[in-house]
Nanobody, 114 residues
């Protein structure tokens, strides 16, 4: 069974920074894709960023130039460095890993507000 655990959310002022971390464990498959999604109140869950095992990254247009995703294949961890945060970045951020299925964490709240 795969376990996915996020950490690092919180309250930050506009223009501030946060780093989210995610650790995946268990299962017998390698995690081909690791990524972050977010869901704002009343909206659908959307992709924020993802990174493939070979290092290829994809970002939502709204976060390009502000967020950076990185992973450690040896530790099965993925991080999301978020800079220049805006109120519209507020939401619950979910870690997702793909390997032997799609596996989700429980989510971590990010609130950007003054």
């Amino acid at each position: 069974q795969v376990h996915v655990v996020e950490s690092g959310g919180g309250l930050v002022q506009p223009g501030g920074s946060l780093t989210l971390s995610c650790a995946a464990s268990g299962g017998i498959f390698k995690f081909y894709v690791m990524g972050w999604y977010r869901q704002a109140p009343g909206k659908e869950r959307e992709l924020v960023a993802r990174v493939l095992k070979n290092g290829t990254t994809n970002y939502a247009d709204s976060v390009k130039g502000r967020f950076t995703i990185s992973r450690d294949n040896a530790q099965n961890t993925v991080s999301l460095q978020m800079n220049s945060l805006k109120p519209e970045d507020t939401g619950v951020y979910f870690c997702n890993v793909i390997g032997g299925g799609s596996h989700w964490g429980q989510g971590t709240q990010v609130t950007v507000s003054s």
